[in-house]
């Protein structure tokens, strides 16, 4: 089964910009535009070094049950630009119903203008297993046991 993703345009928003879509007949994620208010169009939005910021897609989605939105940055923009998600990958929840915004990093060392209708991120529709959480007054043995970070060393 294929999960339908219904999409509702926010009053303000250009609804000449395409919907998420798949570049590819391959891709996993599909392209997120910034969709930026009247005001902002013309100019786009600077987002300067080491700054965060919300850029408004101009979309409320409703994911199916069982589903979530993952919101995740776009290779390039990393690559080239520094700018990607401070909270990578982004969870959107199937019970959420308000703006769609993608949370932006630069961590670049110049400032990175946003301009209307560019593709600032990927979303990819995954299924959400609900696990029960459950005290035990034991958790089983493995051969890693309790070690954390780095535990496993480098070869």
Known sequence: MIP?????????????LPLPGYETAGAAGADLRA?????DRATGFTLDPMH????????????????????????GLALKHGITLP??????????RGPLGVAL?????EPYVIHHGDRIAQAVIAPVVQAVFS???VLGA?????????STGKR
């Open 142 to 150: 493995t051969d890693r046991g309790e070690g954390g970070f780095g």
């Open 4 to 16: 339908t993703v219904l999409v509702l345009w926010e009053e303000w928003a250009d609804t000449t």
């Open 105 to 109: 990093i630069n961590l670049g060392h």
């Open 35 to 39: 969709n930026l208010r009247a005001e």
């Open 135 to 137: 005290v035990a007054d």
């Open 87 to 96: 909270n990578t990958p982004g969870t959107i929840d199937s019970d959420y």
């Open 52 to 75: 965060r910021a919300i850029i408004p897609t101009g979309l409320r989605v409703e994911i199916p049950p069982g589903f979530e939105m993952q919101i995740r940055p776009r290779s």
